[in-house]
C-alpha cells in the first residue's frame, strides 16, 4: 500500500466539491474472505458482481456504496470448503447466488470511513459495519480523483444468516476484506 | 493352491481374510480417531485415508462373496449342527453384513454431505445419494452403531476362533497355515 497516496477524507478541497458517482473496475477488485479451520484458516475470494458508490469527499455522510457479490462462484483455500460454502448447509448459492451490502449511513472516521448498512446473505438481511480506506490509484496524479481504491473490511456472524454448515469444525466469524477499484463516470 | 477345496481354505480366501481383518482393524482405529480429533488442514487427509480404505473394504467385501460363489469355502469342522457351528455360521453371516453396510452407510453419509467423495486422493466417486442434511446424519448415525456392533461381533469371532485354537480342532489352522 505504500505507493498509495492516502487521501484525508476530511480534508475537503475544490475538486471535491460535488458527490460523484463512480462503478466498478471488476477484474481490478476482489473479496477476500477468511475463518478459522481448527487451528488453520480457510481463505478464499468471491468475485464482486456489480458495486455502485456515489463519494461525496466534502460531505462524506452523503456517501453511498451498493456491492453485490457473485456467491455462486466463489472459491476458497481448498477444494471441499469451496463446495461445502457454496452447499446448501453455508451460503446455498444454488438458492442464493448473490450476497448484497447497501450502505445506510457513512461517517468519516480516523483516516477513513465507517460504513454502515444491511447485508444479505441467503436471503437473511442483517446490520452490518465495514471500515473503509480510499486511495489514489497508482500512477494517477495528485488531486485526480478519477481512478480509486477502496478497501473495506468488516466481519459477520454466519448463524446470524443461517449458514451454520460444518459449525462444529469451522469456525461462526467470516472476516471480510474487500478491495475495489474504481472510476469516476464521466 | 489358490482355490477352496471341500476340506481346506485356499491361498485366495486366506489372502482376502486377512487382508480384510488387517485393514477392518486399521478402519475402526482410523475411524474413531477421526471423531475425537478436531478437524484441520493437517488432518484432512486422514478423512480421504479412512474413505479410500473403506471403499477398498467394500470392493474386497464383495470379491470375497464372489469368490466363494466360485470356489465354495470348505464346511466347518466338527458335527454340522453342534450348537458353536451354528453360532459361528450366524455371526460369519452378521460380519458380511457388516462388511457391506458400514461402507455403505459411510459413503451415501459421505454423499450426503454435497462434498465430493475422493479416494486415493483423485478419484472423486459418484454421490449414491442426494445432498440432504437428514440423510447425513441418518447414514452417520448409522455407521456408528454398526461399527459398534462389528466391534463387538469381532470380538466374539475372536474369542470362538482363540477357543477352537486351544482345542486344537484345526479350525484356526485352517484359515492362517491352509490345512
Ligand atoms: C469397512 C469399512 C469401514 C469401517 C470399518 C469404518 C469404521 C468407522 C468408524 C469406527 C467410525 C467412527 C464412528 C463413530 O464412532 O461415530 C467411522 C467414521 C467415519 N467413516 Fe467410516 N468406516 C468404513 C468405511 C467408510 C467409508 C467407505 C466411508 C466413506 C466413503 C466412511 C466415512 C466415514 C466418515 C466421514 C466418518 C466420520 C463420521 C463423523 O465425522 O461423524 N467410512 N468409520
Redesign the pocket.
Known amino acids: 500500500m505504500r505507493h498509495l497516496l492516502m487521501l484525508l477524507t476530511l480534508c475537503a478541497g475544490p475538486v471535491w466539491a460535488a458527490p460523484a458517482s463512480y462503478s466498478l473496475q471488476p477484474e481490478a477488485s476482489v473479496v477476500g474472505f477468511e475463518t478459522d479451520f481448527g487451528s488453520d484458516k480457510i481463505t478464499g475470494q468471491m468475485p464482486i458482481t456489480r458495486a455502485d458508490l456515489t463519494l461525496d469527499f466534502k460531505n462524506v455522510s452523503a456517501s453511498r456504496v451498493a456491492v453485490t457479490l457473485d456467491a455462486a462462484h466463489a472459491d476458497a483455500s481448498f477444494p471441499f470448503a469451496a463446495q461445502a460454502m457454496k452447499g446448501p448447509k453455508v451460503l446455498d448459492s444454488k438458492d442464493f447466488p448473490q450476497i448484497s451490502f447497501v450502505s445506510t449511513s457513512v461517517k468519516s472516521k480516523g483516516d477513513g470511513a465507517e460504513v454502515t448498512g444491511k447485508v444479505t446473505i441467503r436471503g437473511v438481511t442483517k446490520p452490518m459495519v465495514m471500515q473503509a480506506m480510499i486511495w489514489r490509484q497508482k500512477g494517477t496524479e495528485a488531486g485526480d480523483l478519477s481512478h480509486l481504491t477502496i478497501r473495506l473490511t468488516g466481519a459477520v456472524n454466519r448463524s446470524d444468516f443461517g449458514a451454520v454448515g460444518w459449525s462444529d469444525m469451522v469456525g461462526d466469524q467470516v472476516r471480510l476484506d474487500i478491495l475495489a477499484r474504481i472510476v469516476r463516470a464521466e | 493352491m489358490w482355490r477352496n477345496t471341500p476340506t481346506a481354505f485356499g491361498l485366495t480366501t486366506r489372502l482376502l481374510h486377512w487382508l480384510m481383518a488387517g485393514l ?1 482393524v486399521a ?2 482405529v482410523l ?2 480417531v ?2 475425537r480429533i478436531q478437524p484441520d488442514l493437517s488432518t484432512l487427509w486422514l ?1 480421504g485415508l ?2 479410500t480404505l ?2 477398498c ?2 470392493v474386497l467385501a464383495f470379491a470375497r462373496l464372489v469368490w466363494h460363489r466360485i470356489s465354495p469355502p470348505p464346511a466347518p469342522t466338527g458335527p454340522p449342527n453342534q450348537w458353536a457351528n451354528r453360532a459361528a455360521r450366524a455371526a460369519h453371516v452378521a460380519l458380511y453384513l457388516l ?1 457391506l453396510a ?2 455403505l452407510s ?2 451415501i ?2 454423499s450426503a454431505t454435497g462434498l465430493d ?1 475422493v479416494i486415493f486422493g483423485q478419484i472423486t466417486l459418484p454421490a449414491i445419494a442426494p445432498t440432504s442434511e437428514a440423510l447425513e446424519n441418518a447414514g ?1 448415525a448409522a ?2 452403531v454398526l ?1 459398534k456392533l ?1 466391534m463387538a461381533l469381532l470380538l466374539t469371532h475372536i474369542a470362538g476362533a482363540t477357543l477352537r485354537g486351544l482345542k486344537h480342532d484345526g479350525t484356526l489352522r485352517r484359515i492362517t497355515k491352509g490345512s
Do not use: C, D, N
Open positions: 477392518i478402519l475402526l475411524g474413531t477421526l471423531v478423512y479412512h474413505k473403506g471403499l473394504a467394500l462388511m458400514i461402507p459411510g459413503w453419509a459421505s467423495v452417520f455407521h456408528s461399527t462389528l
